[in-house]
């Protein structure tokens, strides 16, 4: 494959979250950026991870040469032939032994479009496998499953972020943008700034809850009474929306009647929010003009993620914000790709531009660009977590080939999922680092990193925008999508897989995307270098993208959004006398995702090097927990070794552990794998935990004397 020469300067992206922010890309002397103040989204600001994307370019433990296993069961340098010979000949044992669908492929959120599209068609056509999914199904899958329910369609925000800051209201539902994509903050305080008003849900006082106007910190949980009791008091109050719930939606009726039997007190009681603070709440939302809801990770990575979602949809369609100029519902990607990474056919139930596998047309269009019979199409495969529970079982899947997905650390259950992993006859990992799922495998290919590579992504508004390549890539490293075209050739279907370059692969993307709910097909890499991002829907060379859906009509066969009847269930798993506390995880500022980036970087180390549990000081004085201290955080599955924070920031009942470390931190070797029955997202955010401390410490100054401290 053909790559341009480098230049000295150049207009990229941030290799980590869906916020994609601009950067500048300086070559000389070294590697360094800069924020890139003409990119509209972030206006020139970063992130810390951003500001040290170089560090992980030029980086001393970067895999620069394809490993293998050996006899003696070491990784060992090979050549590049040998390492693909050795997949195919892996994938093709496979299949004789066990049939296609013993081959496993999981991607990722971080990849290029061209990279999840080209993944999907290589499981697909050169494989024939129908087990493939990614790591998204562990991020947006409940939050784009009730969004394709209630409105017909899924992007992330169906609406440009410049949107939020002339609202009335911001209800922000289990999302820490503070934390994890700060420069996004800067549209909360423009709004707050002209008079709008911020509502958090968050059982933590988080970062970004201290920006709120009003903040509600529930019992983990407890998502869908709190957004029926909100509803409630709505209705009660007079303040629903009813000619837009009569012009623009259906299923209300039986909505109201859910909603009836949620009132206050009573929500008051199951979710610990003060009734005075549910009624203030609602009534923001009930008397702005111009307001918006949306979802995070909180109530979406649940085993009732679609129906906590939904609830939030309800709420927001009460209002009439979905589908009106200036106001909307939207849940907030987390991954860089995480959305044009779960439109273009690395799930396991979908092919290229959101079209469902299991449709027929959407087989035969597919199956025309590919230049295979839509017969010879797989269906759908399994999700994440049931692909890695069956490893190694019989009839689960035998041989595993994954790109960029640290497995390991991300899945719930990490001990289970390490116990399978081990137990596959054959394992390929394709990673820029040695994350702790490579450290597994058979044979490890390094792989090009993001100043490295050109290719679009898709970032958290639906917007299309270019990564392009700054530096060559070190000797030794490849681009995955060379990768799966040597596959491809080893598996000899080298004549569906002839592409030059990754515009090659991105153009017939958009030819596979005609006609979809995702249409890419008027996109260009020249038109969004005019654009500096165009929003799909894009369907035609002279259109010019859709930065605002649902103006109009919704995506449903009648045009109108669909209210969804839903009532709060207990999670999974609640707290006991051997585990009485909610344990909940999430992600701090300087760390990103299974850290298999991040943790290498030696200035977001120095701000966070190691996983710290909170706690507030009622339980760490009552469990004899300090400060600093060294904490045990056990669950049914497992039990981790961390450092406590000990803050009145969180709930009494609750200990919260961020995700980002591996072994003896790991949180998710704690965590619930209930999977949504829809979604089939593990319960990330709730489980049943107890806490011990391990040695002791001299309390810290705020455990001395608690009573200064105020607040409740
Ligand atoms: Fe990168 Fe996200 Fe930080 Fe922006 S907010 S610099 S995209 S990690």
Redesign the pocket.
């Known amino acids: 494959m053909t790559a341009p020469t480098p230049v000295d300067v150049v207009e990229t992206h ?1 290799p ?2 869906a ?3 601009g950067i500048v890309a300086r070559t000389s002397p070294t590697l360094s950026v800069v924020g890139n103040r003409a990119f509209p989204v ?1 206006a020139g600001a ?2 810390a ?2 500001w040290n994307a170089a560090a992980v370019v030029d980086h001393p433990e970067r895999l620069r040469e394809p490993l293998a296993r050996d006899r003696a069961g070491r990784l060992v340098p090979v050549g590049w032939r040998y390492a693909l010979d050795r997949i195919a000949l892996g994938i093709r044992d496979t299949i004789r032994t066990h049939g296609a669908d013993a081959v496993g492929i999981l991607g990722s959120g971080a990849l290029t479009n061209e990279k999840a599209y080209l993944l999907g068609k290589f499981a697909r056509v050169a494989v024939g496998t129908a087990n493939i999914d990614y790591n998204g199904r562990y991020c947006m899958s409940s939050g784009a499953a009730a969004s394709n329910k209630a409105f017909g369609l899924d992007r992330g925000l169906p609406f440009p972020l410049e949107d939020l800051e002339n609202a009335d209201v911001v209800l922000l539902a289990g999302s820490n943008p503070a934390e994890t ?3 996004f903050v800067r549209y909360l305080e423009t709004l707050k700034g002209r008079g709008g008003a911020l509502v958090v849900i968050d059982p933590r006082r988080s970062a970004t809850a201290q920006l709120a106007t009003l903040h509600l910190q529930p019992m983990p949980g407890t998502d869908t009474a709190l957004a029926n009791g909100l509803l409630h008091v709505l209705l009660r109050d007079g303040l629903a929306n009813q000619a837009y719930i009569e012009r623009r939606t259906e299923g209300f009726a039986r909505v109201r009647a859910v909603a009836a039997g949620y009132w206050p007190e009573l929500v008051e009681r199951v979710t610990g929010v003060p009734e005075k603070k549910i009624v203030e709440a609602a009534r923001l939302l009930g008397t702005s003009a111009r307001g918006f809801v949306l979802t995070g990770r909180g109530p979406e990575q649940q085993a009732q993620g679609v129906a906590n979602a939904l609830a939030y949809i309800n709420l927001a369609l009460a209002c009439g914000f979905p589908g009106t100029e200036g106001s909307g519902f939207g849940t907030l990607t987390g991954q860089g790709n995480g959305q044009g990474g779960r439109e273009h056919g690395q799930k396991a139930d979908q092919l290229p531009g959101y079209r469902s596998i299991s449709d027929p047309a959407a087989r035969r269009a597919v199956a025309s660009v590919w230049r295979v019979s839509p017969d010879s199409l797989p269906g759908p495969g399994k999700s994440a977590y049931e692909l890695l529970q069956g490893c190694g079982t019989d009839g689960g899947v035998r041989a595993l080939f994954v790109m960029g997905f640290n497995a390991l650390v991300s899945s719930p259950s990490a001990h289970e999922v390490e116990a399978r992993l081990a137990s596959l006859d054959f394992l390929a990992v394709s990673d820029f680092f040695l994350s702790e799922t490579a450290r597994m495998a058979d044979v490890v290919l390094p792989s090009a990193q993001w100043a490295e590579e050109d290719g679009t992504m898709t970032n958290l508004e639906g917007r299309v925008i270019r990564r392009k390549r700054a530096v060559a890539a070190p000797i030794g490293v490849a681009s995955d999508i060379g990768v799966l075209v040597g596959l491809a050739e080893r598996l000899g279907k080298r004549r569906h897989f002839t592409y030059s370059t990754p515009e090659d692969v991105f153009n017939e993307l958009a030819r596979a995307t005609r006609g979809a709910p995702a249409d890419y097909s008027g996109i260009t890499y020249a038109k969004i270098d005019a654009q500096r991002g165009v929003f799909w829907p894009c369907p035609s060379p002279e259109h010019t993208g859709t930065p605002r859906l649902f103006l109009d009509a919704f995506a449903t066969p009648s045009g109108k959004a669909r209210f969804h009847a839903i009532k709060h269930k207990l999670p999974a798993e609640s707290p006991d006398k051997d585990y009485p506390l909610f344990l909940t995880t999430g992600r701090v500022l300087a760390q ?1 995702q299974s850290g298999t980036m991040t943790r290498r970087v030696p200035a977001l180390n120095a701000m966070s090097g190691t996983a710290v549990a909170e706690l507030h000081p009622q339980t760490a004085a009552r469990l004899k927990v300090v400060d600093g201290g060294r904490l045990a955080v056990k669950t049914r599955r497992g039990s981790v070794d961390v450092t406590a924070r000990v803050t009145r920031d969180i709930r009494p009942d609750t200990v919260f552990v961020p995700f980002h470390w591996p072994g003896e931190q790991s949180a998710n070797r704690l965590t619930n794998p209930a999977l949504d029955p829809t979604s089939r997202m593990p319960e990330f955010k709730v489980c049943a935990a107890r806490v011990d401390p391990v040695g002791s410490k001299d309390p810290s100054p705020a455990l001395r004397d608690p009573s200064k401290d105020t607040r409740s």
Request: hydrophobic share 20%; charged share 5%; glycine share 6%.
């Open positions: 941030c980590y979250c916020l994609q922010c972030n970063l992130c991870k951003g994509m700060p420069p990103y």
